[in-house]
């Protein structure tokens, strides 16, 4: 029992020890979970950016004036899966020009909020009304005469599940 007392030289050593493999791997798990968050963000940023540029493409004004997707799809791989993603425009005011059937009666966010997607992609986190974490990229764009914003978002559940299941990992291991 005389080994076990924090007077003696080796249990404070291997107390020491502990204390600092314990930090190290805290440390360790931390900045892993952090660069594994961050790289599945900016896979969901790039991811999003291409439907953008691709969604503007496919953007047009019919003769009543409504917007809408061209309906020739069949050049474009990734046509389904597009319109199972979040996609909403607007005009200037803030008038839903158009939206996807993905997302129901929820919206993507009102009116632009200053120097959102001006001369650049604006990315940012959202939630819809239902809850809903949304990793949103908007831009603003010209299409035939007609200033409007593209909005792009998709579910961050995905992200959030894989990130979980990483701690889970580290925490296990």
Request: proline letters at 3%.
């Amino acid at each position: 029992m005389k080994y076990f007392s924090p007077e003696h030289v080796r249990t404070r050593l291997t107390l020491w020890y502990v204390a600092i493999l314990a930090a190290v791997l805290l440390i360790y798990g931390a900045s892993t979970c952090t660069i594994v968050l961050l790289q599945l963000r900016s896979q969901l940023d790039h991811l999003a950016t291409e439907d953008l540029e691709t969604v503007e493409g496919f953007l047009r004004f019919g003769s009543d004036g409504t917007l809408g997707l061209r309906n020739d799809y069949h050049y474009h791989p990734d046509t389904a899966e597009m319109q199972q993603r979040f996609l909403e425009v607007r005009a200037e005011d803030g008038t839903l020009l158009y939206k996807n059937e993905g997302l129901a009666e929820r919206v993507l966010g009102g009116k632009a909020e200053a120097g959102e997607g001006v001369d650049s992609y604006s990315r940012q986190s959202i939630r819809l009304t239902d809850g809903t974490p949304v990793r949103l990229i908007s831009r603003r764009q010209i299409i035939e005469g007609h200033p409007i914003l593209i909005r792009v978002g998709f579910s961050e559940d995905p992200m959030w599940e894989r990130f979980w299941q990483l701690v889970l990992g580290l925490l296990v291991g």
